[in-house]
T-cell receptor
């Protein structure tokens, strides 16, 4: 069965510093991978997605993620964070062929320090 | 497009009362998902529908929870009777027809407090 592990529940980082949010998944078949962002008191919105092809995926707000099949990882990065990036970030996976459901990780809360 | 619409945005009720949460998916989307989010358990899938038919309700916590989708533009999640441990934010999400990726579009959520 597929699963998603977000290794850090909280990540503090200074404004304008780079950040990496880690995500590992387990699945025996090919997958689609997603990062969603949830701003305070809002629903989740899609940040970026990996379907196939280039392993480096660019999303909104300057975020990007790299798919690494051998390490079954899909880490999210941003070279310089802003206070407005304060949010919770969810990694998610869907098996590309046989499942309609997206499995979400438990989330990583990003704290931007002034 | 207005996006996924949920109502009410906030609900406060007393233990034992019936609660009904409502969702209007994006027009043309054929999948609808109900999630519950709590600090302790994170984001949990409760049930999902395809073309108004429930496909998987294995995440529904117990018989007190029920969900319906009478037509393509409306779904309800009902809790009867409600208990304090049902306090959470409930999200509805929908996915478009023919999208092999099944990207989900989330509503703003309903914050339920059961006292």
């Amino acid at each position: 069965a597929q699963s998603v592990t977000q290794l850090d529940s909280q990540v503090p980082v200074f404004e304008e510093a780079p950040v990496e949010l880690r995500c590992n998944y387990s699945s025996s078949v090919s997958v689609y991978l997603f990062w969603y962002v949830q701003y305070p008191n809002q629903g989740l919105q899609l940040l970026l997605k990996y379907l196939s092809g280039s392993t480096l995926v660019k999303g909104i707000n300057g975020f990007e993620a790299e798919f690494n099949k051998s390490q079954t990882s899909f880490h999210l990065r941003k070279p310089s964070v802003h206070i407005s990036d304060t949010a919770e970030y969810f990694c998610a996976v869907r098996e590309s062929v046989r499942d309609d459901k997206i499995i979400f990780g438990k989330g990583t809360r990003l704290h931007i320090l002034p | 497009d207005a996006g996924v619409i949920q109502s009410p945005r906030h609900e406060v009720t007393e233990m034992g009362q019936e609660v009904t949460l409502r969702c209007k998916p994006i027009s043309g989307h054929d999948y609808l998902f109900w999630y519950r989010q709590t600090m302790m358990r994170g984001l949990e899938l409760l049930i999902y529908f395809n073309n108004n038919v429930p496909i998987d309700d294995s995440g529904m916590p117990e018989d007190r929870f029920s969900a319906k989708m009478p037509n393509a533009s409306f779904s309800t999640l009902k809790i009867q009777p409600s208990e304090p441990r049902d306090s959470a934010v409930y999200f509805c999400a929908s996915s478009p027809v023919g999208d092999r990726v099944r990207e989900q579009y989330f509503g703003p959520g309903t914050r339920l407090t059961v006292t």
